[in-house]
């Protein structure tokens, strides 16, 4: 998990990639850059301190030579940003749309999540029911207006929210727990679960693996 990746092409071979394919479409080079700049050491110390915890490895050396977002599988990669004094991970470039990390407990499983989310509320003093515990109303009626975001929070508590892979789909990173290192997917819908992100023979990815496996996939499409 999380061995040394060398990134030392990878800038350059992304940047190819996305100018071929505008050339495929008839678009002219776009005049924004494909990857917004890489972090200091002191920067990512300070993400770091921020957050409480070590950034898996391939991911940190990722944002020291390569950059803090750009073009990923399927969609995007978040942006890492300072907004307001705090490191955030930004998307859509609206950073009022910014994922603060938690990294006070673990990343919570699909299969574990039920029991999480009844103990979240019965330590607010709620008794969880069946159907609530799937359109997230026990948590508006535990929480109030903050119900939703409370969920949304705890539910990626631990984790990344790492890329966009649109139509509401999102790629998340996991920092703590005992899968750290791994990356999910979570599909759009109410309650959806999260999926590991896998390669051909079924192992799960890492940052790592699963950036290098979509640019080594767009080079053999443009090819």
């Known amino acids: 998990m999380n061995s040394r990746i060398d990134w030392s092409s990878v800038r350059e071979r992304v940047i190819a990639v996305e100018e071929a394919a505008r050339r495929a479409r008839g678009l002219a080079p776009s005049r924004h850059p494909t990857f917004e700049p890489v972090l200091t050491p002191d920067e990512i110390a300070e993400v770091e301190a921020q957050c ?4 898996p490895a391939d991911y940190r050396s990722f944002l020291a030579e390569v950059g803090v977002n750009g073009p990923g599988p399927w969609f ?6 300072r907004v307001d004094g705090r490191w955030g991970w930004v998307w859509d470039d609206d950073e009022t749309l910014r994922w603060l990390l938690d990294s006070s407990g673990p990343f919570v499983e699909t299969e574990d999540w039920p029991t999480r989310q009844a103990e979240i509320l019965r330590a607010a003093g709620y008794e969880p029911t069946p159907q609530g515990a799937d359109d997230g109303s026990d948590f508006r ?3 109030g207006r903050a119900g939703d975001e409370r969920r949304y929070r705890e539910r990626g508590r631990g984790a990344i ?4 892979d649109g139509c509401g789909a999102t790629g998340w990173l996991i920092v703590v727990g005992p899968h750290r290192g791994e990356l999910r997917d979570r599909e759009q819908g109410i309650n959806p679960p999260f999926e590991p992100y896998v390669d051909a023979a079924g192992n799960r990815h890492t940052f790592g693996t699963w950036y290098l496996e979509w640019l080594e996939r767009c080079e053999s499409a443009a090819q």
């Not at 409480?52 to 950034?55: D, M, R, S």
């Not at 929210?161 to 966009?164: A, V």
């Open 52 to 55: 409480g915890v070590e950034l």
């Open 76 to 81: 995007e990669l978040t942006s890492l940003r």
């Open 141 to 143: 009626r535990a929480f």
């Open 161 to 164: 929210h790492i890329s966009n």
